[in-house]
C-alpha cells in the first residue's frame, strides 16, 4: 500500500484538473487551488489514517489501545501499575509519659527533587506511638502507581501532616513491603505476546518458563537453566524484579504460575539470581561542534536502557537480564549511538564478562572521560 503526501495528492489533484478544464491559474491564493488544497488535505488525512491502521494491526508494530486489543486474541492482558507500600518510622526525640496518635491518611514525602517533584505518601491505618516509646512503625501506601515511589532509604523526611509529639520520619532499610511497579510497556507486552505462542507446545520450552514468569506483576526479566541443573527433569528459572532481586514474595508467586503450567514430569524451581556488578569506564572522542555535557548525559541514560535499570522501546538497544553477557563491542554500539560521538574506548570491562546461568548483570559506577574533540 503506498500512503501518498499532501504535496503528491495536490500535484496529481491540479495535474489532472488543467488536464480535464485546460484551467492554468494554480497560484496560491485562486479559487480553484484553494479548493484543491482543501480536499487534498482531507485525502492526506485519509491517508494517514489508513496507514495507522494498517500499523496497528499487527502486532509487531501495534501500540497502546491496539495492542491490548492484539494481545487479547493470545489471552494476555496489560499488567497493570502498582503503587509502592513499606513502613516509616516515626520518631521523637526524648520519651515521654504520654501516648502520640499518628491519624490514618497522614501524608510523609520526599524532599524536591531537581525537577520539583515530591513523592506522597500516605499511612494506611492509624498508629500510636506509645507512652515511654521513642518510635512506631506505621504502614504507608504512596500516592500514585509507579516505580518512582521505591525510594531510598532515609529519603522519605517530611511530614505534611502536623503531629503534636512527632519530630521526625524516615524510612529504614528494606523498607518496601510491596515494590512499586509502572504499567506494562507495549515492548514487555509485545514480547509476552510472542512468547505464549510457546505456550501451546506439549512440553515447557524455555520460552514458556520465560513467558509464565513474566505474566507475575513485578517481574522484570527471566532466565531459564534447562540442561538439567539438579539432575534429570530439572528446570531452573531466574528471575529479577522491578527494583532488583525478587523478595520471597515475588519468588512464590512466580513458582505457583509455574507449577500451574508446568509439565507433569518437570521439576522447575524460581530462584533469584547472584548480581554481578559490573562498573563501566568509557573514554569518548566527540566530534567538534557538539554539547559534551549532553552526550554525556545521553551516554549514561542509554547505558542505563543497556543494563535494564529504565526502558526507553524507542531505542533499538536490547538490554541485559539473567544469565546475558557483556561484551564490550556492545557497549561501544550503545555509546556510538549517542550524537556526536566519534570514537569509543572501553577501559572497563577490559573484556568480555561471562555471566553464569544463576547471574545477574548489574550496572555498577560509569565513570566517562571525555577527550579532545575530533575535526573529522
Not at 507486552?189 to 510472542?194: H, P, S, V
Not at 527471566?222 to 531466574?238: H, I, K, M, N, S
Request: net charge negative; aromatic share 8%.
Amino acid at each position: 500500500m503506498k500512503i501518498k503526501t499532501y504535496p503528491e495528492i495536490m500535484n496529481e489533484m491540479l495535474t489532472a484538473i488543467g488536464e480535464k478544464t485546460g484551467l492554468t491559474n494554480f497560484n496560491v491564493g485562486s479559487v480553484i487551488r484553494t479548493t484543491t488544497e482543501v480536499f487534498a488535505e482531507v485525502v492526506a488525512e485519509l491517508y494517514a489514517f489508513g496507514a495507522e491502521m494498517l500499523k496497528q494491526g499487527f502486532l509487531d508494530t501495534a501500540t497502546a489501545f491496539w495492542l491490548d486489543r492484539k494481545a487479547k486474541e493470545y489471552g494476555l492482558t496489560r499488567k497493570p501499575a502498582v503503587k509502592a507500600e513499606g513502613i516509616v518510622v516515626y520518631s521523637r526525640k526524648t520519651a515521654k509519659d504520654t501516648n502520640v496518635p499518628i491519624p490514618a491518611s497522614s501524608i510523609v514525602t520526599t524532599p524536591k527533587d531537581q525537577s520539583g517533584t515530591e513523592y506522597r505518601y500516605f499511612t494506611d491505618v492509624a498508629v500510636v506511638l506509645q507512652a515511654g516509646e521513642l518510635s512506631v512503625e506505621a504502614p504507608v501506601i504512596a500516592e500514585a502507581a509507579g516505580s518512582a515511589y521505591n525510594v531510598g532509604p532515609g529519603s522519605i523526611s517530611k511530614m505534611k501532616t502536623f503531629i503534636t509529639g512527632i519530630d521526625a520520619v524516615t524510612n529504614p532499610e528494606e523498607w518496601l513491603t510491596v515494590v512499586g511497579v509502572d504499567e506494562e510497556s507495549d515492548a514487555a507486552l509485545r514480547q509476552r505476546c510472542f512468547l505464549a505462542w510457546e505456550e501451546l507446545s506439549q512440553g515447557g520450552t524455555a520460552a514458556a518458563y520465560i513467558s509464565w514468569a513474566l505474566s507475575v506483576s513485578g517481574v522484570k526479566s527471566a532466565f531459564v537453566d534447562d540442561t538439567l541443573p539438579r539432575g534429570e527433569g530439572t528446570v531452573d528459572v531466574y528471575i529479577m524484579g522491578e527494583a532488583g532481586p525478587p523478595d520471597p514474595a515475588l519468588i512464590e508467586a512466580v513458582q505457583a504460575v509455574v507449577d500451574d503450567n508446568r509439565p507433569i514430569t518437570a521439576d522447575a524451581l524460581v530462584l533469584a539470581p547472584e548480581t554481578v556488578t559490573v562498573p563501566v569506564t568509557l573514554g569518548v572522542t566527540p566530534r567538534a561542534g557538539y554539547d559534551t555535557t549532553t552526550m554525556d548525559t545521553e551516554i549514561r541514560r542509554r547505558l542505563s536502557v543497556f543494563f535494564g535499570d529504565i526502558d526507553d522501546p524507542d531505542l533499538p538497544i536490547t538490554p541485559l537480564g539473567v544469565g546475558k553477557d557483556v561484551v564490550v563491542s556492545q557497549i561501544v554500539a550503545v555509546a556510538m549511538g549517542v550524537p556526536g560521538v566519534y570514537a569509543v574506548d572501553v577501559d572497563a570491562p577490559a573484556d568480555d564478562l561471562v555471566i553464569d546461568a544463576n547471574q545477574f548483570p548489574e550496572q555498577g559506577l560509569v565513570t566517562i572521560n571525555i577527550e579532545a574533540p575530533s575535526n573529522e
